[in-house]
């Protein structure tokens, strides 16, 4: 019992001295600044984007989407790892899981903003994206339902309110822990208001428990349903590369693949700068590979799928545009695409490679490039040559293009950042119950 | 001097163009112009005359200068206040368009126009049904006159040194002139005229010629060849039609009526012509054509001899394979063929053809030589007087209508020799390379503003009449040559009118006239055809001097661009070019195999070097060009064309002299190694084996005339997900005739003008953003050296399953009762799915705001009944359903439906093949009923579903049977 004790105080004080303690190393501002300063680029990027319109991309017609979806989808699909390890592994009473869940959950929130803000920018007319809303109005105009773009809305926006919600109830208990260990009043006061009164007792965890386990059981079949809508807004069209029944499936395995990817490229230095290898073990890394080995898998067949079908169908602009991506003026992203997405995983085989941290990062950084270059692929290479030879085009990304990527980027590891000093990446009461609970 | 003093000066001032625009005498005398001219015509000017001014002389410029205050004042400001009408004009509704008829005149010859125009402001120029030049048709150049007209470059004030200055400042000068002319019959002085067929002003002309006897008198027309006899042919009438080099279906004074009547004869059937075209650059004709041969122009030329010998049984080695069948077919069809001399041919072929047609026995049944020639006779080359105007026998020149500093050939140091000419006068309407070099330069009006008159190319008398009140301080070229005939005050109308009073002196003249000012043409004029006059006897075969292994240059005006001189005008500059879609700019063209053998690749810049000249071009590999040779277009390159058209390609007109003005052997082409990036709207050639234009050839239609339908296969109205629409009145489709359709692209840019569709630059295009909502694709088929070259204009499909519909996500795209795809611009947000899921790629999108909200008198252009779209929205073609509505309100007032050809979208209105029929398709006896139930109808991409609104009919080929293997 002492010995328990002391255990959770010890992941107590490990895991709250990030927050409450220690002062901000040069390491962490450093990364902040970068990642701050990628936000002011996009900014920059959004407010030029407002002020002279959509057209300072390279965006065109035929090509009418290019890097604002692509960094949507892409976006969305790294949000997907979140909700996947807190909610469905929890249901699969997979215990690893406590260590990454916290963090893998900010994520998705961090994901899901960066990519909930394409759609909007996107737009021509970002002043009125609300008309895509149902709310009730003078001129008695409705969304267009039979749009997969308004069915976008509420995955997406279900998504993250789900999100959200799952991960502040799951802040509650350390909230209150926080409240606890701090110091200063206002700092108590603060982490006490969104503690809510948690006291720890009983009740309140049996209340909580049965809170965690419904909106777990609520988020998973969101896991499966937002990119399965993403999906749509491919799956749904005429354009040969997007009239596919495979997308749902093939683009949740991407999702969760990508999403592994992120959670990796960011546990991994997080993990190292921290100290937190007795935390976050190898084991965890292993068993995330493992899910990414198997979910790459699942990509690959959805690729070797697509080129078989353009040759079984017969259908000539299905043929024609499965052998422009593999020769055609974007061959490289596809075989860029091909070799993260397929060659790369199959690294993952190797135990050893599996559970070594700094392999492990180098592969889940190229996992991620490969999904961008996946959606890139899907969208640009097949609107760039559709039907009629007259019309087909060229995209060419300006610089714009790439202020707005990289400052996504900013953005999502600004808020990564900031959530790693104010509040507690691992979660300190499900670490704390997977220790005593091993001591008998 | 208080304004009421100036009314009996007012009543001096010719009444026919100020008085409409003068509210109040308080408001001409307010005007800052009015007031400027009085002060500098009193005292100042007064002191700056020469003391041998005669009292009388003063008088008389007092009169003139008060004329042209008159012509100052005029300037149309954009109006500020609404002020309802006191008294309405007849006829005049607001709301409601005038249709007025005058004419527009390139290169001096007159086509018949409408112009459609709103409260006072021309909006938009439709072809005169009632014109023979026109048939109701339109050709770019008249299209995009409007555009010209609003032209905020067009130069605005008489500039003296380049300096603002005024008419009566230059009459000052000019009297003085005047003098030193008289006195020896005007030895040193000379003109230089643009093409002019408008008698009135020949008229003038004359008699000022009578007033200085010893003037020079030159026309220069650089993009004409004005030494071409007049030939006058009835296309309708031939059966088998060869060209030479002849791109009569789209260039030309008659290229509307040729195309009108070609058609007409092109049905697939038992009438359908032949056409056969030999020419070195792949032309619009040579597209229609059933049998072309690319052959370098040295070759060209030595062909009609080769046909005469093989008409008299002679057997010629040297002879093309494909020249025996071909003339057997000229001789089965003898009095019902045509062959047709290019205009850039040189003499001895263009009558060696004559012969052939008078062998053949087509003079007088399809083709007529008529004998009075139309443009005023240039007695002068252009290098004698530039010689004269260097070493100063000549030292006064006028240069009206025209642009030599840019247009001379380049051996003719016109711009220097201008400089030392102490009188120079530039009449135009831009102030531009030309308007430079001379002391002088008088603003023109444009024929919008203008009274006048001018001949068709057969001879019909067609009268110009204005549309609108001066923008800016134009002179008249009436009022010009009124000037120098010591007449003034004078105006335009007054001159027009009276000179043809004069001409018809009948006792009922006034309705004579009002009757041709309202038709536009003047009844009757056509001069019948008299006996041709005998052409020349044959000359005896001479050695081909052009003989040789080196590179042909070919030296042509721009399809858009005529001779440079619509460099400005933003429409033609974004029109891509019928061969190679290129956009604001000129290439090289050079054939595959001839690139290939020297080495030379697409887009790349190479020097080319043509007597001792040499220029920095892009190359562009164009498919079906003949070998050997090089073709550069005129036109770009200008230095002071305008905001719009300068810095654009090169000047070809460096590489031009005197002697060969068309070009000719002895190119050199160096590669330099660099890449020039063009901009150009379509970026593939080929249908990349697709059945996009579907074609067959005559035999093989009457065997299977259903044969377009058999490609691919066309699912059933019922796989839908959605429940079908039901149209209980009007149902709108089109149906267009690529058999028709020249490829010509009058369409588009007739679309442009009617609703409103913004020019996006150079660099827009670049980037894939034209907005165009008609489109003209163009494929090549078959083998590089020979393609069938296959044109496809692509409006809006107006789907029955629009994939475009169920994307929206506000519904900002939708189908209406009547079956148009709608598109409601407010409503748009701008996500640009409509546009990915569009197989077609018809629609556009407001990438930037392209709309020009700062210019003034571009607001005065826009067509009010179609909305300007903003930034961020989504358009496409509509039907033009500003028109349907139009006729929809019509048709209630009168009670009745709507008629069948009531609607007439502005593409369809521009076609001069009548390619694009619209109307109702639940109307059984529509004509777009009839032509969908044609066996060669067919839906592009049917196979998707999407069930198409404008289908097209199959293009049919009628070749040689003899030529088969050939």
Redesign the interface.
């Known amino acids: 019992m002492n010995s328990a004790v002391k255990e959770c105080e010890r992941v107590n004080e490990q895991i709250s001295a990030i927050v409450l303690k220690r002062p901000p190393r040069r390491g962490w501002l450093f990364g902040f600044g970068i990642s701050f300063c990628f936000l002011m680029v996009l900014n920059l990027a959004i407010g030029c984007l407002f002020l002279k319109g959509v057209g300072i991309w390279g965006i065109n017609i035929p090509v009418g989407w290019a890097f604002d979806i692509t960094n949507f989808v892409w976006w969305i699909g790294i949000g997907h790892a979140g909700t996947f390890i807190s909610a469905i592994l929890l249901l699969l009473h997979q215990d690893w899981r406590t260590s990454i869940n916290r963090f893998a959950e900010a994520m998705t929130i961090f994901a899901v903003a960066c990519a909930g803000m394409f759609p909007l920018i996107h737009l021509g007319r970002p002043q009125v994206f609300y008309w895509i809303l149902p709310y009730p109005n003078t001129m008695d105009l409705w969304p267009q339902w039979r749009s997969p773009l308004v069915w976008d809305v509420f995955a997406v926006f279900t998504y993250l309110t789900v999100s959200i919600v799952f991960w502040y109830l799951g802040l509650i208990p350390d909230l209150a822990t926080l409240r606890d260990r701090a110091r200063p009043l206002w700092l108590r006061r603060l982490f006490g208001v969104f503690a809510l009164g948690w006291r720890n007792s009983i009740k309140h965890w049996k209340r909580y428990e049965t809170a965690y386990l419904l909106l777990a059981g609520l988020a998973t079949p969101l896991v499966i349903s937002v990119h399965s809508v993403v999906s749509f807004d491919f799956a749904v069209s005429l354009i040969p590369g997007w009239h596919s029944t495979i997308f749902p499936p093939y683009f949740v395995a991407g999702a969760i693949f990508s999403g592994f990817a992120m959670v990796l490229t960011l546990i991994i230095p997080v993990r190292k700068f921290y100290r937190l290898e007795n935390l976050i073990t190898d084991t965890h890394l292993d068993n995330s590979a493992k899910v990414m080995l198997a979910t790459g898998l699942l990509v690959a067949f959805g690729y070797l799928n697509e080129i078989f079908t353009a040759w079984y169908s017969d259908e000539e602009f299905d043929a024609y545009l499965t052998l422009n991506r593999m020769l055609g003026y974007y061959a490289w992203v596809y075989w860029l695409m091909m070799a993260c997405n397929v060659g790369v995983p199959q690294l993952l085989w190797f135990r050893k490679l599996r559970r070594d941290p700094t392999s492990l990062f180098v592969i889940s950084l190229l996992i991620n490039l490969g999904m961008w270059a996946e959606r890139f692929v899907i969208i640009v290479t097949s609107l760039h040559r559709d039907f009629l030879p007259s019309s087909w085009g060229i995209f060419r990304p300006t610089i714009w293009d790439w202020a707005t990527l990289m400052g996504s980027l900013g953005l999502f590891f600004t808020l990564i950042f900031v959530f790693i000093r104010l509040l507690p990446m691992i979660s300190i009461s499900e670490v704390r119950r997977a220790a005593t609970e091993k001591r008998p | 001097m208080t304004p009421h003093s100036l009314t009996d000066l007012q009543k001096r001032i010719p009444a026919a163009r100020g008085a409409l625009l003068w509210k109040s005498l308080d408001q001409l005398a307010n005007t800052p112009e009015f007031r400027e001219a009085i002060e500098r015509e009193f005292p100042v000017a007064a002191d700056e005359w020469p003391d041998a001014l005669s009292r009388r002389r003063f008088l008389i410029l007092m009169g003139a200068s008060l004329a042209a205050a008159g012509l100052t004042s005029c300037s149309r400001q954009p109006i500020e206040k609404l002020v309802p009408y006191v008294k309405q004009p007849e006829d005049l509704v607001p709301g409601k368009p005038l249709h007025f008829a005058s004419s527009n005149v390139l290169g001096g010859f007159a086509r018949g126009v409408l112009v459609e125009s709103h409260e006072g402001r021309p909006t938009k120029i439709e072809g005169n049904p009632g014109h023979p030049a026109s048939l109701g048709a339109t050709d770019v150049f008249m299209q995009a006159a409007i555009l010209q007209l609003y032209d905020p470059d067009r130069s605005q004030t008489v500039l003296h040194r380049g300096f603002a200055s005024t008419w009566d400042a230059f009459l000052a000068a000019l009297l003085q002139e005047e003098n030193e002319w008289a006195r020896d019959g005007g030895t040193r002085l000379a003109f230089v005229t643009g093409g002019v067929t408008s008698p009135s002003l020949r008229y003038h002309f004359r008699r000022i010629s009578e007033r200085f006897p010893n003037a020079r008198w030159i026309v220069h027309e650089p993009a004409c060849n004005l030494e071409t006899p007049r030939v006058l042919p009835s296309v309708d009438r031939a059966g088998v039609v060869l060209s030479l080099d002849a791109d009569f279906l789209a260039w030309g004074p008659g290229m509307l009526t040729n195309a009108r009547t070609f058609a007409r004869r092109r049905e697939p059937g038992n009438t359908m012509n032949r056409l056969y075209v030999v020419e070195s650059v792949p032309s619009l004709t040579g597209a229609m054509a059933d049998h072309r041969f690319p052959m370098t122009p040295s070759d060209i030329v030595r062909l009609p001899e080769q046909i005469s010998a093989e008409m008299r049984g002679a057997t010629n080695p040297a002879a093309p394979p494909w020249l025996p069948p071909l003339v057997r077919d000229l001789r089965k069809h003898a009095g019902d063929s045509l062959i047709l001399a290019g205009e850039f041919l040189p003499d001895s072929a263009q009558n060696e053809i004559r012969l052939l047609n008078e062998e053949l026995g087509n003079v007088g049944r399809t083709v007529t030589y008529p004998t009075e020639a139309l443009t005023f006779p240039g007695t002068h080359a252009l290098t004698e007087l530039a010689s004269q105007m260097l070493s100063g026998s000549i030292n006064a020149v006028f240069l009206l209508d025209c642009n030599p500093v840019y247009t001379a050939p380049a051996d003719i140091p016109f711009a220097e020799a201008l400089r030392k000419v102490s009188f120079s006068v530039h009449h135009g309407l831009y102030a531009d390379e030309t308007a430079e070099a001379c002391r002088w330069h008088l603003p023109d009006l444009h024929a919008l503003e203008n009274w006048g008159d001018a001949l068709a190319f057969d001879g019909t008398i067609s009268i110009i009449q204005p549309l609108i009140e001066p923008l800016y301080n134009g002179i008249s070229p009436h009022v010009l040559a009124a000037a120098l005939l010591k007449q003034w005050p004078a105006n335009d109308y007054d001159i027009v009118r009276s000179y043809w009073r004069g001409i018809l002196a009948n006792d009922d003249f006034e309705s004579l006239w009002r009757q041709a000012v309202h038709d536009g043409v003047m009844a009757g004029s056509v001069s019948t055809p008299a006996a041709p006059p005998p052409a020349a006897p044959r000359a005896p075969p001479s050695p081909n001097p052009n003989a040789g292994s080196g590179l042909e240059l070919l030296i042509r005006p721009d399809p858009h661009v005529y001779d440079g001189r619509f460099a400005n005008n933003g429409w033609l500059q974004e029109l891509p070019k019928p061969m190679t879609k290129i956009v604001w700019e000129n290439a090289a063209h050079i054939a595959p195999a001839t690139a290939e053998r020297l080495g030379l690749h697409h887009a790349e810049e190479v020097d080319l070097i043509y007597r001792g000249r040499s220029i920095r071009a892009p190359l562009w590999v164009l498919p079906g060009m003949a070998e050997n040779c090089v073709e550069v277009a005129l036109g770009y390159g200008r230095t002071r064309a305008g905001k719009v058209g300068s810095g654009l390609g090169f000047n070809s007109y460096q590489l031009r002299t005197a002697d060969a003005p068309w070009g000719g052997p002895g190119l050199e082409v160096r590669a330099t190694g660099r890449m020039h990036r063009f901009a150009t709207t379509?970026?593939?050639?080929?249908?990349?084996?697709?059945d996009?234009v579907r074609f067959a050839d005559l035999t093989m239609y009457r065997e299977t005339p259903h044969f377009a339908q058999q490609h691919g296969h066309t699912p059933a109205p019922d796989q839908t997900l959605?429940p079908p629409f039901t149209y209980d009145g009007n149902a709108w489709g089109m149906a267009i005739d690529l058999n028709a359709c020249t490829g010509c692209s009058v369409c588009t840019i007739a679309c442009q003008a009617e609703n409103n569709i913004p020019v996006v630059g150079r660099d827009?295009v670049q980037?894939?953003?034209e907005m165009h909502w008609i489109?003209v694709?163009?494929?090549f088929r078959g083998t590089v050296e020979r393609p069938d070259i296959l044109h496809?204009p692509?409006p809006c499909m107006h789907c029955e399953n629009a994939?475009c519909e169920?994307?929206?996500?506000?519904?900002a795209t939708?189908h209406d009762h009547e079956g148009l795809n709608v598109m409601v611009y407010n409503?748009?947000?701008?996500?640009?799915?409509c546009?990915?899921?569009c197989?077609?790629?018809v629609?556009?999108?407001?990438?930037?705001?392209y709309v020009d909200h700062s210019t003034p008198t571009l607001k005065l252009q826009r067509n009010p009944n179609v909305t300007v779209r903003?930034?961020?929205?989504?358009e496409k073609c509509t039907y033009c359903i500003q028109r349907i509505n139009f006729a929809r309100m019509n048709a209630r007032n009168q009670n009745r439906s709507i008629r069948d050809g009531e609607i007439i979208p502005a593409c369809a209105q521009a076609c001069p093949a009548e390619a694009i029929v619209f109307g109702n398709i639940n109307d059984p006896d529509s004509r777009v009923s009839k032509l969908r139930t044609d066996p060669r109808n067919y839906g592009?991409?049917a196979e998707?579903n999407t069930r198409p609104r404008t289908t097209y009919l199959a293009k049919i080929f009628n070749p040689n049977p003899e030529l088969k293997n050939v």
Request: glycine letters at 8%; hydrophobic letters at 30%; proline letters at 5%.
């Open positions: 379509q970026e593939h050639n080929t249908m990349a084996g697709r996009l959605y827009q980037r894939g953003r489109r694709d163009r494929y496809q692509v994939p169920t994307v929206c996500p506000v519904a939708l409503r748009c947000i701008g996500t640009r799915y546009s990915n899921n197989p077609y790629k629609r556009r999108f407001n990438f930037l705001s903003s930034r961020g929205v989504m592009l991409l998707l």
